[in-house]
């Protein structure tokens, strides 16, 4: 089932989530609509906050983008990231590297807003399968990206909160039209 999006600058957007307790009917039907809904817009991520739910859980799925390639490391072995895809984050622990570089990105929470944004080179994380399972792996590429994106999303931040104060001011209009369009109506 499709789930209607949060739009910024829905309050919704800014709850840290809450921690998944237990894996059960609930969570693997939110996870089929989180999906659904991701896909129907075209997402690589989607955050709980964005279809208004308070958890530590999102959903990443880098499938099929080979023009910014992702890698994935587990026990120091070399997997193809497809193979687990789509991926899910249950109270993710993630750890990046200091180094960054800058990339594009977008949220399906801000539409049409794309800019560059800073972002950890490699991280680790630590997470749980919808099996229940510790996974434990390094990713890099987009795939770092989203992964950080979607972590962000679970303590309430945006990417925007990212951007210096010049490259705020840089997007400020474009910011205000998508309030205009996708926010309250009085
Ligand atoms: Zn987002």
Redesign the pocket.
């Known amino acids: 089932m499709i789930l209607p999006l949060v739009y910024y600058p829905d309050a919704r957007l800014r709850a840290k989530g809450a921690p998944i307790k237990v894996i059960d009917d609930t969570l693997r039907q939110l996870a089929d609509d989180m999906l659904d809904t991701m896909e129907k817009h075209e997402g690589v ?1 989607l ?1 709980a906050q ?1 279809i208004g739910q308070a958890l530590q859980f999102a959903v990443v799925d880098v499938t099929g983008i080979d023009d910014r390639p992702s890698t994935m490391t587990i026990a120091g072995k070399a997997v193809n990231p497809e193979d687990y895809m789509p991926l899910f984050l249950i109270n993710p622990v993630v750890t990046g590297t200091k180094a960054k570089e800058p990339g594009s990105e977008g ?3 801000i539409p049409g807003l794309r800019t560059d944004v800073n972002r950890s080179k490699r991280v680790e994380v630590k997470t749980m399968t919808m099996e229940g399972k510790v996974l434990e792996f390094e990713a890099t590429g987009l795939l770092a990206v989203a992964i950080q ?1 979607e972590t962000d ?1 679970l303590h309430g931040k945006l ?1 925007i909160d990212l951007l210096s104060p010049a490259e705020r001011a840089d997007v400020k209009d474009e910011l205000d039209e998508i309030v205009e369009k996708y926010g309250p109506k009085e």
């Open positions: 991520g955050a964005q949220c399906l929470s994106h999303h990417f």
